[in-house]
């Protein structure tokens, strides 16, 4: 077999702006529609397509004198490595057993980009971290930007093994956080690994309605198998050593035409607010899951079965502003109690990635606290 080649993430076919503009431009940014071939033809860049400035609170490469910090890593049950950054109060006791907590990244992203802040922020309210690569991204292993939910999932369950066996750690009292595609993919490792004791959310995103349907449903069933066709097609084109095509994630320019979300991933993925390139990793295809493997979403249902967590306590954190909002809502709905469901005002989608001042930090301390015992 030859060695797949790679190309950077572009348009296919014409009008595929305008689909994805009618069907939101969450699409756009998490995986619904293939960007692979011709590239965008650029437009003339107008006042309100200026580049908003950087929120004066924005600080995701967070670091604390107050915290130790480790690079670690652990296996998964398909014997694949992941990594992860270890946090841990420097007044930790040593002889005692502490609470602990797993942290995920945005879904594209890395632990460098909000993981490690949350990991780091609670760390210094006395919790013992972790932040994680998924599976294909970051530092674990896997083939680069593939999409493997059941490899998601696992990997939550792969750190709580790992923070279960540390003598430091009481493994009865391990939580997880989920942030924006890793809320649903904690969702889904929760279902089955009781051994979280309590997940909190933040700017959730399903995975596989953004997939199936876009936001607010506005992907038809026509569109939906069309992209299905197109991934399927392009199987054969890489089965056969063709370049690989990629789907979704962030785009690289911003325009007259580019829409607000566009707008908001843009000012995170592609400024130095958030921006970020692996080692080993190519500049042009961070963010961007492989076509073929993106239609992976479209079987995956986190939220079926969600009350069956229940005793076990549920956060779920959202913007009032945010264009996420729905899927927060409607894991909000399902669930069985105990639940709970915070809205942040005046704050979008990608807002609580990164802005200090805005994220609540005690209402996610409070919760842990009540749930797994004092961290500290």
């Given at each position: 077999?030859?060695?797949?080649?790679?190309t950077?993430?572009?348009?296919?076919?014409?009008?595929?702006?305008?689909?994805?503009?009618?069907?939101?431009?969450?699409?756009?940014?998490?995986?619904?529609?293939?960007?692979?071939?011709?590239?965008?033809a650029?437009?003339?860049?107008?006042?309100?397509?200026?580049e908003?400035?950087?929120?004066?609170?924005?600080?995701?490469?967070?670091?604390s004198s107050?915290?130790?910090?480790?690079?670690?890593?652990?296996?998964?049950?398909?014997?694949?490595e992941?990594a992860?950054?270890?946090?841990?109060?420097?007044?930790?006791?040593?002889?005692?057993?502490?609470?602990?907590?797993?942290?995920?990244?945005?879904?594209?992203?890395?632990?460098e980009?909000?993981?490690?802040?949350?990991?780091?922020?609670?760390?210094?309210r006395?919790f013992?971290?972790?932040?994680?690569?998924?599976?294909?991204?970051?530092?674990?292993?896997?083939?680069r930007?593939?999409?493997?939910?059941?490899?998601?999932?696992?990997a939550?369950?792969?750190?709580?093994?790992?923070?279960?066996?540390?003598?430091?750690?009481?493994?009865?009292?391990?939580g997880?956080?989920?942030?924006?595609?890793?809320?649903?993919?904690?969702?889904?490792?929760?279902?089955?690994?009781?051994?979280?004791?309590?997940?909190?959310?933040?700017s959730?995103?399903?995975?596989?309605?953004?997939?199936?349907?876009?936001?607010?449903?506005?992907?038809?069933?026509?569109?939906?198998?069309?992209?299905?066709?197109?991934?399927?097609?392009?199987?054969?084109?890489?089965?056969?050593?063709?370049?690989?095509?990629?789907?979704?994630?962030?785009?690289?320019?911003?325009?007259?035409?580019?829409?607000?979300?566009?707008?908001?991933?843009?000012?995170?993925?592609?400024?130095?607010?958030?921006?970020?390139?692996?080692?080993?990793?190519?500049?042009?295809?961070?963010?961007?899951?492989?076509?073929?493997?993106?239609?992976?979403?479209?079987?995956?249902?986190p939220?079926?079965?969600?009350?069956?967590?229940?005793?076990?306590?549920?956060l779920?954190?959202?913007g009032?502003?945010?264009?996420?909002?729905?899927?927060?809502?409607?894991?909000?709905r399902?669930?069985?109690?105990?639940?709970?469901?915070?809205?942040?005002?005046?704050?979008g989608?990608?807002?609580?990635y990164?802005?200090v001042?805005?994220?609540?930090?005690?209402?996610?301390?409070?919760?842990?606290?009540?749930?797994?015992g004092?961290?500290?």
């Amino acid at each position: 077999m030859k060695k797949l080649k790679q190309t950077l993430p572009a348009l296919q076919h014409t009008g595929r702006r305008e689909f994805l503009n009618t069907v939101g431009a969450g699409v756009a940014a998490f995986g619904a529609q293939s960007v692979a071939g011709k590239a965008w033809a650029a437009a003339p860049v107008g006042a309100q397509a200026q580049e908003a400035a950087m929120p004066a609170d924005a600080d995701n490469f967070y670091t604390s004198s107050e915290v130790r910090a480790q690079a670690v890593r652990f296996g998964n049950q398909y014997q694949m490595e992941v990594a992860g950054n270890l946090y841990a109060p420097k007044a930790l006791d040593p002889d005692a057993r502490h609470a602990a907590l797993v942290v995920g990244h945005p879904m594209g992203a890395v632990k460098e980009q909000s993981a490690n802040l949350y990991a780091i922020k609670m760390a210094e309210r006395g919790f013992v971290t972790l932040s994680i690569d998924l599976p294909c991204w970051g530092e674990s292993a896997g083939p680069r930007n593939r999409v493997s939910p059941d490899m998601y999932a696992e990997a939550f369950s792969a750190a709580v093994d790992f923070l279960g066996t540390q003598p430091a750690i009481d493994r009865e009292r391990i939580g997880a956080i989920g942030i924006c595609g890793s809320g649903s993919f904690v969702i889904s490792a929760a279902k089955i690994d009781p051994r979280m004791k309590a997940i909190a959310t933040v700017s959730m995103y399903d995975m596989g309605a953004a997939n199936r349907h876009a936001l607010n449903g506005s992907l038809a069933l026509e569109q939906r198998k069309a992209i299905i066709a197109e991934a399927a097609q392009q199987r054969y084109s890489e089965f056969g050593g063709g370049p690989l095509k990629y789907t979704s994630g962030t785009v690289h320019e911003l325009t007259a035409r580019s829409s607000p979300i566009e707008r908001e991933f843009y000012e995170f993925y592609r400024k130095p607010r958030g921006e970020f390139t692996p080692a080993g990793a190519t500049p042009g295809t961070t963010t961007h899951p492989t076509l073929t493997s993106n239609v992976k979403f479209m079987n995956f249902y986190p939220f079926n079965d969600i009350e069956t967590i229940s005793p076990r306590p549920l956060l779920f954190i959202t913007g009032d502003r945010a264009h996420s909002r729905e899927f927060s809502e409607d894991a909000y709905r399902r669930a069985a109690e105990p639940k709970e469901l915070v809205w942040v005002r005046g704050a979008g989608h990608v807002d609580l990635y990164d802005r200090v001042n805005l994220i609540p930090w005690d209402r996610l301390t409070a919760f842990f606290q009540k749930n797994l015992g004092a961290a500290a």
